[in-house]
């Protein structure tokens, strides 16, 4: 049964960091495109780090130079590191893995970035 937690999120000031981590089972980690995810309250949810399998990254222009996304593939582990939060950057935080006809999500971790 595939399955991924994420873990990491919570409360932090702006200009604060987190260290968000997605565990994966249930799948041949190592060769599926992993991503972040975020859902703001009323908005759509968009594309906040990407690790493709073949070791291309990709960041959307709201996070690039702050945030950073790695994997290690021994722990069936895709990590999100945060740095400078705004306020904006509240929300809920779900990771995917996608290929080979497979494209599951997480539950999600909350992170609220208020004073």
């Known amino acids: 049964q595939v399955q991924l937690v994420e873990s990491g999120g919570g409360l932090v000031q702006p200009g604060g960091s987190l260290r968000l981590a997605c565990a994966g089972s249930?799948?041949?980690?190592?060769?599926?495109?992993m991503s972040w995810y975020r859902q703001a309250p009323g908005k759509r949810r968009e594309l906040v780090a990407q690790?493709?399998?073949?070791?291309?990254?990709n960041y959307p222009d709201s996070v690039k130079g702050r945030f950073t996304i790695s994997r290690d593939n021994a722990k069936n582990t895709v990590y999100l590191q945060m740095n400078s939060l705004k306020p904006e950057d509240t929300a809920v935080y779900s990771c995917?893995?996608?290929?080979?006809?497979?494209?599951?999500w997480g539950k999600g971790t909350l992170v609220t970035v208020s004073p």
């Open positions: 995917n893995a996608q290929g080979f006809g497979l494209d599951a």
């Open positions: 249930g799948f041949a980690f190592s060769l599926y495109t």
């Open positions: 690790f493709e399998s073949g070791g291309g990254i």
